[in-house]
């Protein structure tokens, strides 16, 4: 199988302040490979998203306790992908406690980084992953010993690249302290929620941190678990059309955060769709174009259970390139959600 | 004039993480010398609050356009007190623009910091402050120029500390990214906004700061600008009682989060009342002693108009001690806004 | 066998300032394992002891010259404990020598503390070992040439942390001295002498070294050999009810401190059984809770000759919760060894 | 005046690992100068020891409240001694309080270092001192504040070498591994009391620290205060004989250790004296002179309170080089206080 037809070529965009380069659009197993999506299915996917240009494949050790780093890894073995031709990440933090106690297998401490490593690459099947996340901060670990224990991973050839996920900026910034003072190498990218309902943190928070430390992004859930597909538009999930993962995912909304908020966010979308249709893409296009047109993202990280589902997220690719001033202006008035600057010298 | 009788012996608290002890409340300038209180008001304030124990005085380039450095300058001069038994300090960012161009009279690069400081030290007639403050963030300026000027001024004799105030956890664990780098002198203190009604930034926030990098604070506005001293508890500010600053306070107040909430707040204040009565202070006694009774505090700058008003605050320093456990929680229940711990490692 | 019912949960705490846990109670091989308790017996108390939650198992190339690491290596096979679940460590100093002739088979030279390693690890069956302590100083060889090998170690992902054992203060210091300047990995945790008799090092000489360098202590001889469970309280060490060591160990002590010393720690120890009494607990289990009591004890090393004696030593994990500051005055009147603050600024 | 015949030709020895040299024999202000010897008297001692060779001079903030280095001050003003041909030293710690509240006016916080380094120099006299000195630790300022600012006095011209004064090994040992790590001045010297009778500190808690840090040592009381002397040989104190200052040391010596201990340390002194008869010298000629043969003693700072005494003083500098192996071994076999090696590698 090749590229289908129709689809853009795909986009490679440097991973921050790194020289490596990864797709703009990328393939990740949370909630999905592992998951509920099976072996084949999988499989599929993945090979959809690599014939369709998808260079980089997220992972983490949390992720179905383990399995989706499995099944990834056979996909990887399966399809004979040179694996210079690849980026793979995994995570580490969350996963290692499956099958054993909890008392050193979570964290970031030396000990669970060095051995979680090696277990995930074990699953994967891989003597090194190109990225090596943080999967979640632990204040309860020096932060010299994390910076430390990644490197050590690096130095011994088993990641490239480190990063973190769902860090603060300050402890990002605090990992960078104990990098530049110990002359090692410190978090290259961050992977956050980012999508048009949520940029506090990519937006605001961050800011600084692009020019300050180079920090590059993978971001997740650029689709808001799928609300900002428009799927939910009529919304009542208990409908047959929907498999069990998405009604419970909408009535856990719904406990969170009331009926009524999680309405006035399908509202929104709804304004959001005559955008998609002036500009001949679906709904879930133009959410996911609108993340690859901010130039600090350098990948969103899709979930996908069907190649057509792949083939259309690639879209954004394409689609990203329309949205002028104009109509990023039109998006953001609907939106009314954009973090305030932070204040300079001169405001 | 000497201490007067029934005032409590000050508390002297380390700032931060250092070798010097500043006094628990301390007296600040903002809003008041140079501004509203006159000469002779500043210097019996001033005056109240040596002798009580007050070792350390609060200033700003800005504040007053000048005026109120050269006032202070004046009081240290006037009543004789030996250099070392004082702790002097003054922000440089804002104030420089006065009678200036605001080109490169602004902000925190090289030349206004050192402009900036002997323009200051000059209104002070002093050769050297204590504490040096950034009055904010200046993200226009690279991190390390900032660093590196601060540091100037500490090499150069003319400062003995150097700090913040009002920038965010990232930008103090970016400070001291650079001071360790280059193994200059970081950021000892931060100033915040810190009191009943406001606690993100101090108890959230800044929460890992303290262990991290020894972060010291003196905090500002412990009374909210009046509010919690239950002054507005009846409060109609154009009555005749209050000033015009009064009344141009709470007028502004109301303008930006609507009376309603104006009336929360003072409810809630006045909910707080029984609790001052039964330990036998006056509301803002037990405002600044709760803001006393957290051990990140190393002092609580206020403000006077008169030394009726300066003995009235070092009560807190005796009474702080009678906040047992269980009245803070019957504090917390009120107030009802602790902001939630930070999840660790195995929550 | 799963854990006997009646055992507390164990408690695990932080290794110093690293983010490692360690068992409050762990288990040693010093004198018993590879010496008087024969192979079977080793296996029972290992087993035991994992079951009760203990994760810390602790050895060294000299005890039983090399053959306690044999007979615990050969445990952890047997019982086919998961690497990450447990923590093991070994010492390097005095042991290489047997076999060998003495003249680099002893000390902290880079040889030895390589080649001393990798014969550890041989015995022990194990790629790495979690903690690598320097069993004692060697002030013959460079400081700078230590800190390098023991960083070595690390490097090459043979050990995790690294620590010392009968260090004094200014050594410990030293050797961060170099860490700190050369960016390597300073030692995280000694191993002191630590019970009720013996207090100097650790609340007198050590006393600034846990703020300071986050020193953590794996403390041995918790019970003072023995001494510390009143068994010696009618103390006829030629008794037929006394195993040859014990006899051996009493009159070795009555010969260096003369008997009269020996009867004076006899009567104190009788002064604090009745606590135990009132407690409900053991002298030796008292006696371990006391050590557990200081916070900055990370782990009691126990030894144990039988199934019986690891779970009743466990019971300190409950017990020392019952530690009022009533009942731990009460025994420092008895004990009456405390040693003084040192002095500071204002004293 | 010049110096007298029958002197010995002054040693001139490198202060510790520093290319600094400094007088075998020193003259120190403590208990003497501005204390009860007087204006006229501090200035014939210090020109009879100018006279013999004597080039350091040595001082403290603490000493007589400031007035010891008043005094001192004045008399290298009046003998014009040329300022490169000295070595004058003050210590910085206790003093500043005198005339001053406490707060920041003790310790070695970087405001009393600066603050009382300038009026040590006002009160000298004298732009900067050889030799600055911490007079005692002070484990409430982080080391690293300390060891910047004695860098910041010597950075700006007000000393040349800075060193410390009853520091035990560990402090001195954590002041250098900031200064490595900071790229800054290690402390070259430490003040301790030594001794016949006090030897623990010198030969053995510092033992390594001559090697590793290259220490040097100025050390104080090397006639015990007089006791060494065999001035109290016969020792009634309240002996017409005697100043109240002699009278009152002795009573409080009793006082501390008891009559008994007292006699048992005049008793081992009287035993010292047929040895100091056989080399041709005073009892107390013999005390310096053993104080001299330990080589790493690069000055013993002596009081005087007459001309003469500083004469029988220098008379060391020719003494201990009589004192061969075989008389120092009489010697020790009569205090029998040295202390035991601290046993390495092969013992």
Redesign the interface.
Known sequence: MSKPEGLPEMEYRFLGRSGLKVSAISLGGWLTYGGHVDRDGTFSCMEAAYNSGVNFFDCAEGYAEGESEKVMGEAIKKYGWKRNDIVISTKLYWG?AF??????????????I???MD?SLERLQLSYVDLIYAHR???????E??V?AFN?LI??GKALYWGTSEW???????A??HA????LIGPVMEQPNYNMLDRVKVEG?FA??YR?LGLGLTVFSPLKQGILSGKYKNGIPDDSRFAQTEVDFVKGYWKRTGKEQWQQIIDQVNKLEPIAQKLGVKMSVLALAWVLSNPNVSSAITGASSPAQVYENVQAVAAYKKLTPDILKEIDDILNNKPPA?T???D
Chains 1, 2, 3, 4 share one sequence.
Do not use: C, Q
């Open positions: 290692g099958g054993n106690n909890k008392v050193n297998n979570l964290g970031l401490s030396r000990k669970h060095i051995e979680g277990a901060p632990d204040r309860h670990t020096p932060m010993e994390t430390r050590h130095n011994n603060d900026a300050s402890e990002i910034a605090l960078w302290r530049d003072r110990l002359g928070e600084h941190l300050e932070i300079y010298r001169f």
